[in-house]
């Protein structure tokens, strides 16, 4: 799959996006996932433009997808891959199963898998492509007792830094990740890092997910979302300051290959930082349905699922085989699938989304027969891929290809 700027946006005109796909996909029997080509293109693309030349390392996590990584990284502007575990970091760096090797894999989260750190640490050129991620001295101490210093390739190790904005008015804003919050924290772990026989500290990042990961436009919310915008402006000018007193205070003792920060809603303000060499991002790819109410950007829904009805209990109702596809998160319900097509129906507020069955209501329901199809969007991204084995990629009227998931190779990495 070669990706180009699409020269229209069909996805705009849903009453013809949706019964097209489903044309497309007539022969097929739910459940299955699609990927539009034009709306994953566009969606490339417009990254890009809203990273305005700061270069994009493909989030994995978002994605899940080898294929879709490999196009996505032929791309000019992104170049590198954040992995979410050491074993699948191993394997995105090693040509096993008819791919190509990525040699530029950092690990997003820390590891205390031992067996995978045995493998990275007993091949000099794994080593060389994978970097891990550690935000204290118990981390290194854990890949010491895994493999010994002497008896194994030096060890590549970014140092994540909390990015995380504390208010009086807000309280605690952001995810808990990393201890490592001030400058003087990031110098005494890097001190510690460099100090130690077996590592090389080559990158720091920090992901700011009160910014990239929270909705700032939710629909009848205007005052939340105002609160939201407000804490999201005042959180990046802390962060960016922070961030460039770390970087500046580390790379006094370590040279830094790269500083890897933001996430798919914080290309811009992310961008916008002179410390910041690469943005982590891989959501705004699928375009899920969590980025339906950003201010700044609206991607494609380039990745959907279709769902058989299999029940009329009653002519207004309509129900699904399937759709509990929960998204993680606080359980509330903004986590379910959404439903895109037909236009002008929802799930029952006491059933939801179901693992057996969702139930649905609305005229668009009630149009539904059985053996027909419904369309979904996942809340996020990457998590879609778990639930199937492969995605068919859909151009215009057509099935163009199909493109097995991590599960479906036989990769279940989390």
């Not at 417009?46 to 493909?58: F, Q, S």
């Not at 791309?75 to 760096?93: D, F, H, K, M, R």
């Not at 690469?278 to 769902?307: C, R, V, W």
Request: aromatic share 6%; proline share 7%.
């Amino acid at each position: 799959m070669q990706l180009a700027r699409p020269s229209s946006e069909p996805w705009l005109t849903p009453s013809t996006y949706w019964p097209r796909l489903t044309a497309a996909t007539a022969e097929l029997d739910p459940p299955f996932g699609v990927i539009g080509v034009p709306a994953l293109s566009h969606n490339a693309f417009d990254m890009l433009d809203r990273a305005a030349g700061t270069t994009i390392r493909v989030a994995s996590k978002s994605v899940r997808v080898r294929g879709v990584i490999d196009a996505v990284l032929a791309l000019p502007g992104y170049a590198g891959v954040l992995a979410y575990t050491l074993p699948e970091a191993l394997w995105l760096a090693s040509s096993a199963d008819g791919h190509d090797a990525i040699g530029d894999v950092v690990v997003g989260y820390p590891t205390a898998d031992r067996a995978a750190l045995r493998e990275l640490g007993a091949s000099a050129e794994l080593a060389s492509r994978v970097t891990i991620m550690v935000d204290s001295v118990a981390q290194l101490d854990l890949v010491d007792a895994a493999i010994a210093p002497g008896s194994r390739a030096p060890i590549r190790v970014c140092l994540e830094l909390d990015a995380s904005w504390d208010t009086w008015f807000l309280g605690h804003t952001g995810v808990r990740r990393s201890p490592v919050h001030t400058v003087s924290d990031a110098r005494a772990l890097a001190e510690a890092i460099v100090a130690r026989p077996g590592f090389e500290l080559v990158g720091l990042m920090g992901y700011e997910a009160q910014i990239a990961g929270q909705v700032n436009n939710p629909a009848g919310r205007a005052a939340y979302g105002a609160i939201v915008r407000w804490m999201q402006r005042h959180s990046a000018a802390e962060l960016a300051d922070r961030r460039a007193r770390a970087v500046a205070s580390i790379r006094s003792i370590a040279d830094l290959e790269f500083v890897n920060g933001g996430g798919t809603g914080s290309l811009e303000s992310s961008a916008a930082e002179s410390a910041v060499t690469e943005i982590a991002a891989g959501s705004g790819l699928f375009g899920p349905h969590l980025f339906d109410n950003y201010t700044h950007f609206h991607p494609a829904p380039a990745a959907a699922f279709a769902l058989s009805v299999v029940r009329k209990p009653q002519p207004g109702l309509a129900v699904l085989l399937g759709g509990g596809w929960i998204s993680s998160g606080p359980p509330q319900p903004d986590r379910m699938p959404k439903v895109v097509w037909p236009e002008g129906t929802k799930m029952l507020a006491r059933e939801m989304a179901g693992e057996v069955q969702t139930p649905l209501e609305g005229p668009g329901a009630a149009g539904l027969k059985v053996g027909d199809r419904a369309w979904l969007r996942h809340t996020k991204a990457g998590e879609l891929s778990e639930h199937l084995d492969e995605f068919v990629l859909v151009d215009g009227d057509a099935i163009v290809d199909r493109m097995p998931t991590y599960r479906g190779q036989g990769k279940v990495f989390l």
